[in-house]
């Protein structure tokens, strides 16, 4: 209700939405941080 989207990401996987980068769990470190740097 409030606009959500849920998107199913592999263990390994991160994802960026604006300027918010989420990831599923610590494997996905690397991909998080990549997309982070990037936002920078």
Do not use: N, R, S
């Amino acid at each position: 209700m409030a606009g959500a989207e849920y998107i199913e990401l592999p263990m390994d996987g991160a994802i960026t939405d604006g300027q918010l980068v989420t990831a599923p769990a610590w494997p996905a470190h690397p991909a998080m941080l990549k997309q982070f740097v990037a936002l920078l």
